[in-house]
């Protein structure tokens, strides 16, 4: 069993949208949930010309953190979110009654309902799609054209993802909550 | 005994649909009439909305999950632990002035609680799927599975206790209704905790929400308690229900004190240091109108009408109880609305064409619909209930 967690090279981010196509195709997402599962945050260019402040325009990618004590799992009546082997955190359509607690008690803003079985639905890091098929890579992460993602088991020490973290400093978002995320951006 | 006999011997007057249809038609009986009948058409016309639609229907959106329904609900369980703690007062705890209500507020408990959970139906996305898995795959550290799972209980007991309260069987009554009372109280802090545990929403995180729950909940059991009074003797109230209505109507003025001291301190440490998402959040409640008709609603209307001479003005306590009914239901709305005020936002900044700085929320009419129905499902049990069951306290020697 593997803990699967990414790492994000996000200053190399081009916004180029390529993950929120991608993900979309690989898991089947309806039409108009944009930005919903995955998405990419944009920092406008803040200042007047020309005293502009080029930091300020930057990419974020971002997507559900996967948080090894998340507090969607915390809060599911029925126990429709849950861990997976893998530590990937999945929600059981079956058990799901939309009482959308989940989507409250979520401080990454990641969840959202799905149109088709009305239940709640969130990234899942491909599992029913590449990871079931035996790869082990996102589709965010292998279409991405400037390698912002590693994905990777980060309780390999061989892994990629972390060697990575490793030998580059890295924050997790919101980390004062006590979430633990597994989603990693690097610095 | 067996059940079935023991069945047989609760008393309660029989009656055919056409003695509930015969009231007397007096013009403000014929507005409450026609009025139920109209919510509880409202009703059904929005749970076919609802069911043609599902949650399209409804306001509510992905960054606004919870809505105008979540809040009724929130009313109508209030109001159940509320008339369950009036309730409680005489036939649990033995206070003689109010036993001639115990049985009538027990009723209220009960109906409220039904039109809560009629309500809640149509707001869950799955209700039939919540009573199998919330049995199979209990979540053990969820606020909802623990409050509604003991709001379930807490039903049967209330039924349980007016059932022993009809025979006139105080001793067994007593012993369902502590154990009623107190699994009431922990269903509705729990759902207090509901708010209390959400760690993402500073404004509602924290111990605050589970206890003044508790401490509305008593509040708007005895604003209901002097309106199901009012109604029932037509505002001439015997010189027993002056007294009780009286000394409830002290009892008020403290619990509402202790509410505007609450809320008060509660603002003070929102604001105080400019906290994010919970500072400014804080501040943009203090400009919203909704949450000043709450204050002046169901605080201040009601307790300077009990200050003016110490709660002796009954007939203004019961329009005053109106008042505060309203008011409670923007408390409501507001604590559902108010949570979810500040966008999480997590760098989706290009999600809007600009970042919002609130979340917008607007109930659709179908929600209305819903809610009022809500509202003419009570009524229309508690009416019935008055023609089927003595609500009136027995003669005790």
């Known amino acids: 069993m593997a803990r699967y967690g990414m790492a994000l090279d996000y200053k190399n981010c081009i916004n180029c949208k390529a993950c929120e196509v991608a993900c979309k195709e690989e898991n089947g997402i309806l039409l108009g949930a944009d930005a919903h599962r995955i998405w990419v945050g944009t920092g406008e260019i803040e200042g007047q010309y020309p005293l502009l402040d080029l930091t300020s325009n930057t990419f974020y990618p971002s997507q559900c953190q996967h948080c090894d004590d998340a507090p969607c799992e915390e809060v599911c009546p029925t ?109 | 005994m067996n059940i079935k006999e023991f069945i047989t011997t609760i008393p309660y007057n029989k009656v055919s649909v056409k003695d509930i249809l ?20 409202m009703f059904v016309v929005g749970v076919a909305i609802y069911l043609t639609h599902g949650h399209h229907a409804y306001g509510v959106t ?21 008339l369950c703690i009036v309730g409680s007062l005489g036939d649990v705890f033995g206070f003689k002035d109010y036993m001639e209500i115990s049985k009538r507020a027990i009723f209220g408990s009960i109906v409220t609680i039904l039109a809560g959970f009629a309500v809640i139906a149509f707001e869950i996305g799955h209700p039939v799927t919540m009573l199998i ?3 199979i795959s209990p979540g053990l550290t969820s606020a909802i599975w623990w409050m509604g799972t003991l709001y379930g209980i807490y039903l049967t007991f209330m039924i349980i206790e007016f059932v022993f309260l009809l025979k006139n069987d105080m001793k067994m009554a007593r012993y369902f209704g502590l154990t009623g009372l107190l699994v009431g109280l922990a269903a509705h802090s729990n759902l207090g905790g509901v708010f209390g545990f959400l760690n993402a929403r500073p404004i509602s995180n ?9 401490l509305t909940a008593f509040i708007t059991g005895i604003f209901l308690a002097y309106i199901m009074y009012g109604f029932r003797y037509k505002l001439k109230f015997g010189e027993s229900a002056t007294k009780m209505l009286t000394n409830l109507a002290k009892i008020q003025a403290l619990l509402l004190s202790i509410l505007i001291f609450f809320v008060t301190w509660k603002m003070l440490t929102d604001i105080y240091g400019g906290m994010p998402a919970r500072s400014e959040v804080a501040i943009h409640i203090l400009g919203s109108w909704t949450f000043w008709a709450e204050v002046i609603l169901a605080m201040i209307i009601p307790l300077v009408i009990i200050l003016v001479d110490m709660g002796k003005n009954v007939v203004g306590m019961f329009w005053a109880s109106m008042s505060g009914m309203v008011g409670i239901m923007f408390m409501r709305y507001n604590l559902v609305h108010d949570t979810q005020l500040k966008p999480l936002q997590m760098l989706k900044k290009t999600e809007y064409q600009l970042a919002p700085q609130w979340i917008e929320y607007m109930p659709s009419s179908t929600e209305v619909m819903i809610s009022l ?24 020697h």
Not at chain 2, 207 to 213: E, K, L, Q, S
Not at chain 2, 385 to 395: H, I, Q, S, V, Y
């Open chain 2, 133 to 135: 898995y919330n049995v």
């Open chain 2, 62 to 82: 992905r960054e606004h999950p919870w809505g105008l329904l979540i809040a009724v609900y929130i009313f109508f369980v209030v109001s159940s632990t509320g």
């Open chain 2, 22 to 41: 015969s009231f007397e038609r007096t013009p403000t009986n014929m507005l409450i009439a026609v009025m139920t009948l109209a919510f509880l058409a």
């Open chain 1, 79 to 187: 126990h429709a979110t849950y861990y997976d082997d893998n530590g990937v955190v999945r929600v059981d359509p079956d058990k799901c009654i939309l009482c959308s607690y989940c989507m409250n008690a979520c401080p990454y803003d990641a969840r959202y309902v799905d149109d088709r079985t009305v239940t709640v639905d969130k990234c899942n890091f491909c599992t029913d799609t590449r990871l079931e098929r035996g790869e082990v890579t996102t589709a965010c992460q292998a279409t991405c054209p400037t390698k912002v993602r590693i994905f990777g088991d980060l309780d390999d020490p061989e892994s990629e993802i972390s060697q990575v973290l490793r030998t580059r400093e890295s924050r997790t978002l919101k980390s004062h909550l006590g979430t633990n995320p597994k989603l990693f951006y690097l610095l």
């Open chain 2, 373 to 396: 129905g809500g509202v003419g499902i009570a009524v229309f049990l508690y009416y019935v209930g008055t023609r089927l069951f003595n609500l009136d306290a027995e003669e005790h």
């Open chain 2, 206 to 214: 924290g111990v605050f929400y589970p206890t003044y729950f508790i």
